[in-house]
Every structure is written in structure tokens, then in C-alpha cells.
């Protein structure tokens, strides 16, 4: 192991206590800055990163119960340089518990923080020890308490779940948020099914494990893969990353071939690209130049740029030259993000009640800006990729009683029902009268 992986980690844990941006973007952009380090190396930094993000409420609640000093009143080079420490202790056995311990004593000298250095070796020494019988909530007692720290899950989003899907549902959900989330592609509809033979084995030949998605034959699971970009077929645009969730949404529409479709919060443009495939022309729009432009990026690789229109828009304005111009208009509107858990780990600790309510006041003044581009007797596909019925279930009964739409279709998918995103899509039809 390279002597300054963990301190790679430690600024990286750093950069995310400032909070200025998500911990995937993070860590991608440490990986990209380290990109020299042999690949054992880089799923070091990128395990023990994503883990103590993950588990922080699990290893915070640890610690408070060694340390006589709370977590909370920690210095935050002390307080990420313990949670690294617990981590490796509880969840990564090719890591000795001396080398955890050791390594974070030597961090601390090296950072100027050597008056601490017999602190931080005596807590997490403690812990290692004790690490098979550490004390934790009582579930029968405590369940909220429980689960929270056994799933690293705010309470208040566990309390929500147990609402909504009860006991069994939710302890299978919050597990499977914590699970090894495969990468996951289509092939583009114009790849024959030999051309995917041969394009397969050679990813295997580059040690990726393959297996094919139990809900859409073009769907397909990559476990293994350092990244897709350097796969045979990328560069030809044979396949797209996208999760089978968003593919299920866009066969839910029925999509014809001379339909004009509207995507108005179309990043990533998963949904843009397959519709673009199935109808005539489709206008992608977003608030974001710099992701539509990885939109074109795309639409270009996988030779769809005469099909789709991308644009600058606020979903929220309503473009008068636009209205009833629609067969299908696809509103994956910005949310909590509760069922990409497994992918932007630290979502769940940005999220508030406070912030939700918001969320769900933009979601009505994106319906309300952009419903009317929907033709008489045309669809409307409302989605959105968390697992909460105040944005779901309760949006599309807004929807219905308040604009000219009928619900046909809503699903609501969790993680632990397939490998994929936990994501609600609603097919409502516009009236003609």
C-alpha cells in the first residue's frame, strides 16, 4: 500500500466537510488527480472515501461511545482522521488493525497535530478490540435509534420509510442502499445481438463481469469495470450508461415513431437519447449548459444529433411558442434524490424536512411552467428518482386535480426489488376536451 493513500483520503474527507460539493464529484476528481497510482491503489482511496461517507452516522455514533470527546467538537482533521480509522477497523479485513491505528497516529504527527497523537491511538485501539461487541441501539427498544445507526440513515428519513412501507420494507430498503451498486448500460438498439456477443467478451477479457438485466434484454450489469470510457464500443457510442429504472420510464410512455417528444429537465439525457431512438425528434432542455453539453457530447458519440435539439430553458417559464407542440413531454424533475443513495452517498445528510417542502414547491412550478406543451389526448411522464410519497403519489394527485390530466400508470420502484435506482415514474394523459 502506498504510504500516502491515506492521506489522499484525508484531504478528500476534508474537501467534503466544506460541502461545497457532492462527495462522488470528489472523489472522482481525487481519482483523476491520482490517476498515476496503480489501480490497487485508487479502490484504496475510493473504498475507505465512499465508506466513511456512508457509514458515518454508524461511525460517529462509535466513536461517541470511546471518545470523551464528542465527534461533533472534534478538530475536523482529528474528526475525519478517526471516522478512517473505525472504518478500515470494522469493514475492511485486508487492513490489520494495527495498520489502521498506526497510520492515523502517524497522520496526526504529520499534520501538526502531534499533542493528540495519544488520543487518537488510544480511542481507536479501544475500538479495535472491543470491534465484535461494540454496544448498539436495542431494536426491539430503540427500532428508530436502530436503524439509524445500523444503516448510517438520519432518523427523521428512517421515520419517513417506516410511515410509508412499514418495518420489512424499509430494513430491506435502507440495506440495500448500503449494497454494491453494479454499473449499469444499454446497448444502443442498433447493435445486433452478435455485436454484443463479441463486444462482451472483450469486456470479460478486461476482468468486468456481465450479466443481463431481468427487465429489458438491452440492459445490462457491469460489475468490475475501472470505468466505461476505455471499453470496446464506448467510443463507437454502442452503449450508454443508464440505469434501468430511467429505461423503464421511457418504454412506460409508448413511444411512436412520428411522436415529437419534449425532455424539460433532460440531464443526464438518459431518456433523451432511448426516446430519440423510438420517435421522430425530441427537444432536450436544461438549466445547465455545461450538462447539456455532455448531452450533445452523446447525442453525437451515439450518432443521434439530427434527432434531438438541445436548449437552454427553466422548465419553470413557460414558452408560449411551445404550447400543445408535445406527443410526449418527459418531466424527470430535481428532488431528493432518496433513491440514488447507493450512487451520491452523502445526499441523505443534505436532505431536511425543510429542504423537502421546498423540492416540492419547485416540482409544482415546474408542472405548472411546462404541462401546457403537452397536446390534447398526449402524455405526460412525471419522474423523479426518490422513494417519498410527498413527491410522488401525492404530486401526480396534484397534477390530476388541478390540470387537465388522468393518471393511467404510476410504479414505484425500490432498490431491493432489482438492481436499480429506487425512482417512481407516472404516465398521465392530457385530456381533449
Same mark, same amino acid.
Given at each position: 500500500?502506498?504510504?500516502?493513500?491515506?492521506?489522499?483520503?484525508?484531504?478528500?474527507?476534508?474537501?467534503?466537510?466544506?460541502?461545497?460539493?457532492?462527495?462522488?464529484?470528489?472523489?472522482?476528481?481525487?481519482?483523476?488527480?491520482?490517476?498515476?497510482?496503480?489501480?490497487?491503489?485508487?479502490?484504496?482511496?475510493?473504498?475507505?472515501?465512499?465508506?466513511?461517507?456512508?457509514?458515518?452516522?454508524?461511525?460517529?455514533?462509535?466513536?461517541?461511545?470511546?471518545?470523551?470527546?464528542?465527534?461533533?467538537?472534534?478538530?475536523?482533521?482529528?474528526?475525519?482522521?478517526?471516522?478512517?480509522?473505525?472504518?478500515?477497523?470494522?469493514?475492511?479485513?485486508?487492513?490489520?488493525?494495527?495498520?489502521?491505528?498506526?497510520?492515523?497516529?502517524? &497522520? *496526526? $504527527?504529520?499534520?501538526?497535530?502531534?499533542? =493528540?497523537?495519544?488520543? #487518537?491511538?488510544?480511542? +481507536?485501539?479501544?475500538? !479495535? @478490540?472491543?470491534?465484535?461487541?461494540?454496544?448498539?441501539?436495542?431494536?426491539?427498544?430503540?427500532?428508530?435509534?436502530?436503524?439509524?445507526?445500523?444503516?448510517?440513515?438520519?432518523?427523521?428519513?428512517?421515520?419517513?420509510?417506516?410511515?410509508?412501507?412499514?418495518?420489512?420494507?424499509?430494513?430491506?430498503?435502507?440495506?440495500?442502499?448500503?449494497?454494491?451498486?453494479?454499473?449499469?448500460?444499454?446497448?444502443?438498439?442498433?447493435?445486433?445481438?452478435?455485436?454484443?456477443?463479441?463486444?462482451?467478451?472483450?469486456?470479460?477479457?478486461?476482468?468486468?463481469?456481465?450479466?443481463?438485466?431481468?427487465?429489458?434484454?438491452?440492459?445490462?450489469?457491469?460489475?468490475?469495470?475501472?470505468?466505461?470510457?476505455? &471499453? *470496446? $464500443?464506448?467510443?463507437?457510442?454502442?452503449? =450508454?450508461?443508464?440505469? #434501468?429504472?430511467?429505461? +423503464?420510464?421511457?418504454? !412506460? @410512455?409508448?413511444?411512436?415513431?412520428?411522436?415529437?417528444?419534449?425532455?424539460?429537465?433532460?440531464?443526464?439525457?438518459?431518456?433523451?437519447?432511448?426516446?430519440?431512438?423510438?420517435?421522430?425528434?425530441?427537444?432536450?432542455?436544461?438549466?445547465?449548459?455545461?450538462?447539456?453539453?455532455?448531452?450533445?457530447?452523446?447525442?453525437?458519440?451515439?450518432?443521434?444529433?439530427?434527432?434531438?435539439?438541445?436548449?437552454?430553458?427553466?422548465?419553470?417559464?413557460?414558452?408560449?411558442?411551445?404550447?400543445?407542440?408535445?406527443?410526449?413531454?418527459?418531466?424527470?424533475?430535481?428532488?431528493?434524490?432518496?433513491?440514488?443513495?447507493?450512487?451520491?452517498?452523502?445526499?441523505?445528510?443534505?436532505?431536511?424536512?425543510?429542504?423537502?417542502?421546498?423540492?416540492?414547491?419547485?416540482?409544482?412550478?415546474?408542472?405548472?411552467?411546462?404541462?401546457?406543451?403537452?397536446?390534447?389526448?398526449?402524455?405526460?411522464?412525471?419522474?423523479?428518482?426518490?422513494?417519498?410519497?410527498?413527491?410522488?403519489?401525492?404530486?401526480?394527485?396534484?397534477?390530476?386535480?388541478?390540470?387537465?390530466?388522468?393518471?393511467?400508470?404510476?410504479?414505484?420502484?425500490?432498490?431491493?426489488?432489482?438492481?436499480?435506482?429506487?425512482?417512481?415514474?407516472?404516465?398521465?394523459?392530457?385530456?381533449?376536451?
Amino acid at each position: 500500500m502506498a504510504e500516502n493513500t491515506r492521506e489522499i483520503v484525508l484531504d478528500t474527507l476534508l474537501e467534503m466537510e466544506r460541502g461545497r460539493e457532492y462527495s462522488n464529484q470528489i472523489v472522482k476528481a481525487a481519482l483523476d488527480k491520482y490517476d498515476y497510482l496503480d489501480t490497487q491503489d485508487k479502490r484504496f482511496i475510493k473504498r475507505l472515501a465512499e465508506g466513511c461517507v456512508e457509514r458515518r452516522i454508524e461511525l460517529d455514533y462509535i466513536l461517541d461511545r470511546y471518545s470523551k470527546v464528542p465527534v461533533k467538537r472534534m478538530k475536523p482533521l482529528i474528526r475525519c482522521l478517526m471516522r478512517m480509522g473505525v472504518y478500515q477497523i470494522l469493514y475492511m479485513d485486508t487492513v490489520p488493525d494495527s495498520a489502521a491505528c498506526n497510520e492515523a497516529v502517524k &497522520l *496526526a $504527527g504529520q499534520r501538526k497535530f502531534t499533542g =493528540l497523537k495519544g488520543f #487518537v491511538n488510544g480511542v +481507536l485501539r479501544r475500538i !479495535a @478490540a472491543e470491534k465484535e461487541r461494540i454496544p448498539m441501539p436495542d431494536p426491539t427498544s430503540q427500532p428508530l435509534r436502530y436503524l439509524s445507526v445500523q444503516y448510517s440513515m438520519p432518523e427523521w428519513i428512517v421515520e419517513m420509510w417506516l410511515d410509508e412501507y412499514g418495518m420489512e420494507q424499509t430494513r430491506q430498503l435502507l440495506e440495500q442502499l448500503l449494497a454494491v451498486h453494479p454499473v449499469t448500460i444499454r446497448f444502443d438498439g442498433r447493435v445486433t445481438e452478435p455485436q454484443r456477443l463479441i463486444y462482451m467478451e472483450s469486456w470479460r477479457r478486461d476482468g468486468v463481469r456481465v450479466s443481463r438485466s431481468e427487465y429489458l434484454d438491452y440492459a445490462y450489469y457491469l460489475e468490475g469495470a475501472p470505468g466505461v470510457t476505455g &471499453l *470496446a $464500443g464506448y467510443a463507437e457510442g454502442a452503449f =450508454l450508461v443508464q440505469d #434501468v429504472s430511467s429505461m +423503464l420510464c421511457v418504454e !412506460a @410512455a409508448g413511444l411512436r415513431e412520428g411522436d415529437r417528444v419534449m425532455d424539460v429537465c433532460a440531464a443526464p439525457g438518459g431518456k433523451t437519447l432511448l426516446a430519440a431512438q423510438r420517435a421522430a425528434h425530441v427537444l432536450a432542455r436544461d438549466v445547465s449548459e455545461q450538462k447539456l453539453e455532455r448531452i450533445r457530447e452523446n447525442a453525437c458519440r451515439m450518432g443521434l444529433q439530427e434527432k434531438i435539439s438541445v436548449q437552454l430553458w427553466d422548465a419553470c417559464r413557460t414558452d408560449m411558442s411551445g404550447l400543445e407542440s408535445a406527443d410526449v413531454v418527459f418531466m424527470d424533475v430535481p428532488c431528493s434524490g432518496l433513491g440514488v443513495l447507493g450512487k451520491k452517498r452523502d445526499i441523505k445528510y443534505r436532505v431536511t424536512r425543510d429542504s423537502l417542502k421546498e423540492l416540492t414547491e419547485l416540482q409544482r412550478r415546474i408542472v405548472e411552467g411546462s404541462w401546457r406543451y403537452v397536446k390534447p389526448g398526449g402524455v405526460l411522464m412525471y419522474s423523479t428518482c426518490t422513494i417519498n410519497r410527498q413527491e410522488n403519489q401525492d404530486m401526480c394527485d396534484w397534477i390530476c386535480d388541478t390540470f387537465p390530466f388522468t393518471l393511467e400508470e404510476s410504479r414505484q420502484l425500490l432498490p431491493q426489488q432489482a438492481r436499480m435506482d429506487g425512482f417512481f415514474y407516472a404516465r398521465l394523459r392530457r385530456s381533449t376536451d
